[in-house]
Each structure stands twice: as C-alpha cells, then as structure tokens.
C-alpha cells in the first residue's frame, strides 16, 4: 500500500491509538478487542517490552486492515528498527529531521511531535506527513483554530490529554484526526480483562469519530 492511501486512513478513521507498556501476554487481545470496534490505526510505543516483535506480528496478522505504527521514537537508531519491523508509521514526541528524514527513506509515514508555529512549519518543510501537536490540551481546541489561517495546509493531529469530552472541539477546530491513550486503554479494564467494557469505549470514540466528521462535511 502506498503512503498516499495509509494517510487516507489516518484521515478517514481518525482515531489512533496510542499502546504504551501493556504487558504482553494481554497486548495482542487488546489489539484484536481496539480491531473489531473500528480501530484502524496504533501506535506501539517502542519502549514497551517487545515492541518491535508485536509491530511486526501484527503486521502479519493484519495486513493493509490496520496501520500499525512505532511512537515515542527518539533517535534515527529508533526508527530504523520500527521500519525493518514494517511499522506504517513513525511517531514522535519531539522534532527531529534525523527521525524525520529516516522513516521517509524506508517509505513509513512520518509524524513528529510539535508545539509552536516555528516547529510545525520546521517539520513540514523537513518532510513529515503530518504533526502531532503534544501536549495537546496545554494549548486547547482554540490553538487549533488559529493556526489554520496560516498553516491549514498542514495537516495535525492533537496527542496528550484527548478523550471523549473534548475530541470534538479538536476535529471541529482543524485537526484530521486525534491520538488517544489512557483515556481509552484504562488499566483496570485490561488487568481484568473486561475486553467486552474495552471494546465498548473503543466503539465511542470510532462514534463520535464519525459523527463530528459529519457535522463538518455539511457545513
């Protein structure tokens, strides 16, 4: 599949999921659980235990149904690994033209976390596909509508802090899709193993997804 069509994903399904250190023995049926509610994009942060090895899985298990990527990549070293896993894409906290100028190389897409104006238009000019704005809700909703007068042909994606109570402001003010973790991934629900209450709470945020994308398209 071609880079073109994942972001098409990224941007028609807008929800992706951010799996930070979940243990493996449970991380594969959390992924199948986020799948079978909607879930087309996760991100595996690559401090987790095994990472590359489930990014690669996935992969195998998955195909061009769901992108799965590698985040929290910090260094070129990084992000080499997640693409010799096959991860689609590459994120990252921070701005790094190494990181950035690696994951185009191995054709993954890239998505360097960002904060101001300069970083933002630094990002897109060094070649990311798209920026992750983080800590998202330091900034709130508005920022989002602020920038779009100068820079709404960079396409952003608000990461830290997002849920179910304030998606909405987010997509409604600029950003093509949002990053989520313990907002959706609550520890209890995955120690337990009460996939069916995971699920469920995957579903409303694929929802309210697709109802705010919606509402914009009839404006």
């Known amino acids: 599949m071609r880079?073109?069509?994942k972001l098409k994903i990224i941007e028609e399904n807008g929800v992706a999921v951010v799996l930070r250190k979940i243990h493996p023995e449970r991380i594969n049926?959390?992924?199948e659980t986020l799948v079978n509610s909607g879930i087309k994009v996760l991100e595996i942060?690559?401090?987790?235990?095994?990472?590359?090895d489930t990014i690669r899985d996935m992969k195998k298990k998955y195909g061009d149904q769901v992108l799965i990527g590698a985040g929290t990549v910090l260094d070129k070293e990084t992000a080499k690994l997640a693409a010799d896993a096959q991860a689609d894409f590459i994120f990252s906290p921070n701005l790094d033209v190494e990181v950035i100028q690696t994951a185009n190389r191995y054709g993954c897409i890239s998505i360097p976390g960002v904060y101001t104006p300069t970083e933002i238009v630094s990002a897109y000019t060094a070649g990311a596909d798209l920026v992750k704005v983080f800590p998202a809700t330091t900034l709130g909703p508005s920022y989002f509508k602020d920038l779009q007068g100068p820079l709404a042909h960079i396409p952003m994606m608000p990461t830290g802090g997002i849920g179910l109570e304030n998606m909405g402001e987010f997509l409604a003010n600029g950003a093509i899709a949002i990053g989520v973790g313990s907002s959706?991934?609550?520890?209890?629900?995955?120690d337990t193993g009460n996939y069916e209450e995971l699920g469920e709470k995957a579903r409303s945020f694929v929802n309210r997804f697709n109802?705010?994308?919606?509402?914009?398209?009839?404006k």
Do not use: F, G, R
């Open 45 to 52: 942060t690559a401090d987790s235990e095994n990472s590359y």
């Open 184 to 190: 959706l991934l609550n520890k209890k629900l995955i």
């Open 3 to 5: 880079k073109w069509d």
């Open 29 to 31: 049926k959390v992924i």
């Open 211 to 218: 109802e705010v994308k919606a509402c914009e398209s009839k």
